[in-house]
C-alpha cells in the first residue's frame, strides 16, 4: 500500500462490495495511511454515501469522516496528518 492517502473508486460496487474492499483497506492500512478517500459518486452514489456514513461511523480505526463539497466523495481519517 502507498503512504499517505489511499484513493479507491467504488462506482458500480454494491454495499457488499464495498464493505469487503473497505473492510480490507482498513485491515492493511499501514502507519504511514492516514486516509482512505472512498469514490462513490454523488447521484447513483449516495446509497454508498450512506452505507460508508453508518458503518464506519463508529469504527475503531476511524477517527472522522469527510464528505466532500460536491458528495461524492468520503473520505476515512485514521489519524491526523501533522
Known amino acids: 500500500m ?11 460496487k454494491t454495499t457488499y462490495q464495498a464493505r469487503i474492499t473497505v473492510d480490507a483497506l482498513l485491515r492493511r492500512a499501514g502507519s504511514s495511511t ?4 472512498l469514490i462513490h459518486g ?4 449516495t446509497a454508498l454515501r450512506d452505507f460508508l456514513e453508518r458503518t ?3 469504527h475503531p ?3 472522522r469522516r469527510i464528505l466532500s463539497p460536491d458528495g461524492g466523495t468520503t473520505e476515512l481519517v485514521l ?3 501533522v
Do not use: F, N, Q, W
Request: hydrophobic share 30%.
Open 34 to 37: 492516514y486516509r482512505l478517500r
Open 61 to 63: 480505526r476511524v477517527k
Open 42 to 45: 454523488c447521484h447513483a452514489g
Open 56 to 58: 464506519y461511523a463508529r
Open 79 to 81: 489519524r491526523e496528518y
Open 2 to 12: 502507498s503512504p499517505g492517502i489511499i484513493t479507491v473508486d467504488l462506482h458500480g
